[in-house]
């Protein structure tokens, strides 16, 4: 998590910066500088990684409906697809409205992780070293590891990132152009410092509650094999039932948050790619439609458990894709950084 963190902040101020710089986003550049096949790839790699980043919000969602309302994951995955109307309710406000709305569901989420981390008590010694002496340990803890470095940097949100600061004003001139950048960067660490504590307490919380010393045997199974479907029912037997809802009202916020940034980011992707405009009710229709199908493909035959190997896998192709989107078309930028644009040389 620490690593990814700042490999993050890194990618993400360096993609901000490109949009600055150049008055264009990533994607838009790389349909400017390689050929018509080599573009077409990237598209399709994008785009893949918008339903990969996509599926794992679906199930979250899913899971998050069956701890509050026992609804099954399968009905929860088809109930997901509302959150479509949500954002074409949301969209014609405008991007500061849905940043604000993100914000929000971010600090719904923090404090749910707050309150779960006072009472479960994970040792403070622990945490710390386990923060910056990285194991392996256990089954499955190195494909863990890919899929986290993806599921906290994910590659769509590098078009995302290089996007969004177009749509604010910026004094081009020399000084106004390196205030800026100097203000996303700050932006992008507050942003990702949160992210960081929030994820560092969903793993401390899960470790103190495994290790908890009045744990039974059947939970201390679960502990083997955790899911975010198994580890709400291990909060309510360790905790009480009032953390595994926090657990999942926080899921939920996540999932919808998550929901918001991916169906922009593939908005830009198709637009600066292809120059293709959509409208945003069939671009969110068809992105939902490529992640709900798997997902309740994988739901209705192999359970929660199924579903929670499918985030994992997702996850590991965010990871795997990273080279493809920190390619950035390194020419194009040095254009308009050794010739006159609008006062900047």
Known sequence: ILVASCAALVIQSLAANLGVVTGKHLAEHCRAEYSKVPNFLLWVVAEIAVVACDIPEVIGTAFALNMLFSIPVWIGVLLTGLSTLMLLALQQYGVRKLEFLIAFLVFTIAPCFVIELHYSKPDPGEVLHGLFVPQLKGNGATGL?????????????????????????????????????????????????????????????????????????????????????????????????????????????????????????????????????????????????????????????????????????????????????????????????????????
């Open 145 to 345: 590891a890919i899929s986290l470095l993806g599921a906290m940097v994910m590659p769509h949100n590098l078009f995302l990132h290089s996007a969004l600061v177009l749509s604010r004003k910026i004094h081009r001139s020399s000084t106004g152009i390196k205030e800026a950048c100097r203000f996303y960067l700050i932006e992008s660490g507050l942003a990702l410092m949160i992210a960081f504590l929030i994820n560092v307490s969903v793993i401390s919380v899960s470790g103190a509650v495994c290790n908890a010393p009045d744990l039974t045997p059947e939970d201390r199974a679960k502990c083997e094999d955790l899911d975010l479907n198994k580890a709400s029912f291990l909060l309510r037997n360790v905790v009480g039932k009032w953390s595994s809802n926090l657990f999942a009202i926080a899921l939920l916020a996540s999932g919808q948050s998550s929901t918001i940034t991916g169906t922009y980011a593939g908005q830009y992707v198709m637009q600066g790619f292809l120059d293709l405009r959509l409208e945003p009710w069939l671009r969110n229709f068809l992105t939902r439609c490529l992640a709900i199908i798997p997902s309740l493909i994988v739901a209705l035959i192999g359970g929660s458990a199924g579903a929670g190997k499918l985030i994992i896998i997702a996850s590991m192709i965010l990871s795997f894709e990273l080279p493809f989107a920190a390619k950035f078309p390194l020419p194009q930028v040095s254009h308009y950084l050794t010739k006159p644009k609008n006062g900047l040389t």
